[in-house]
């Protein structure tokens, strides 16, 4: 029962383009949306996170767009760099409780 | 240094043995977690502990045991029992003064069985 599911597996972009990363989730209780980012032989790291509250939170270069009514968020990433490669993965939690429940991950890789 | 700390790196172990991957806060975390992760499949919650001597079953618990006798540690068995053993197992912390919500990760153990 995959709870939170993420779409692509994989990407590839050009340096400079954008980077569109999708997850939809099933559980209405989930109210903390966080994307982590993992390079190879890491741990995850957040990179940013949102709550139901808004429709749209930005810090730098990445946001996230929320959609409560189709439970479904992403993550944009603008004039994607080289060193944006690694791998993505959308999670989500109740309210007061850290348990995150992670999507499948997706692997970025930036071109020049 | 700080944060949390994982150990070993690598790990490699043989059929029918137990191994014990270790985990070290000093972020005062209440909250520590283990997580699987598989290429293909994300990261999988084996066990959790939000207070010292409590400890709750994830979504893959089979296999696995756990202990937290302290704040500060929270170590996780890999039991012959485990039917697929081989993976990249981290390590998480959360909750305290400044919870936020956000879990912080150690940099990970990577156990191959031969």
């Known amino acids: 029962q995959q709870q939170v599911k993420q779409s692509p597996q994989s990407l590839i972009v050009q340096k400079g383009g954008i980077s569109i990363i999708n997850c939809a989730y099933e559980?209405?209780?989930?109210?903390?949306f966080p994307w982590y980012q993992q390079f190879p032989g890491k741990g995850p790291a957040l990179l940013i996170a949102?709550?139901?509250?808004?429709s749209e939170k930005k810090e730098g270069r990445f946001t996230i767009s929320f959609n409560k009514s189709a439970k479904q968020f992403s993550l944009h990433i603008m004039d994607s760099q080289p060193g944006d490669s690694a791998t993505y993965f959308c999670?989500?939690?109740?309210?007061?409780?850290?348990?995150?429940?992670f999507g499948t991950g997706t692997r970025l890789t930036i071109i020049p | 240094d700080g944060g949390i700390t994982q150990s070993p790196k690598y790990l490699f172990r043989k059929e029918g043995q137990n191994v014990t991957l270790s985990c070290e806060q000093n972020?005062?975390?209440?909250?520590m977690y283990w997580y699987r992760q598989d290429p293909g499949q994300g990261l999988r919650l084996i066990y959790y502990?939000?207070?010292?001597?409590?400890?709750q079953k994830g979504d893959i618990a089979e296999g696995y045991s756990v202990s937290r006798e302290k704040k500060e540690s929270f170590p996780l068995t890999v039991t012959s029992a485990q039917k697929n053993p081989t993976a990249f197992y981290l390590c998480?912390?959360?909750?305290?003064?400044?919870?936020?919500?956000?879990?912080?990760f150690g940099e990970g153990s990577r156990l191959t069985v031969l």
């Open positions: 999670a989500a939690s109740k309210r007061g409780n850290e348990k995150l429940t």
């Open positions: 559980n209405t209780a989930f109210d903390y």
């Open positions: 949102i709550r139901p509250d808004v």
């Open positions: 972020l005062n975390h209440d909250a």
């Open positions: 502990s939000q207070i010292v001597n409590d400890f």
């Open positions: 998480a912390g959360g909750g305290g003064p400044l919870n936020t919500g956000e879990l912080f």
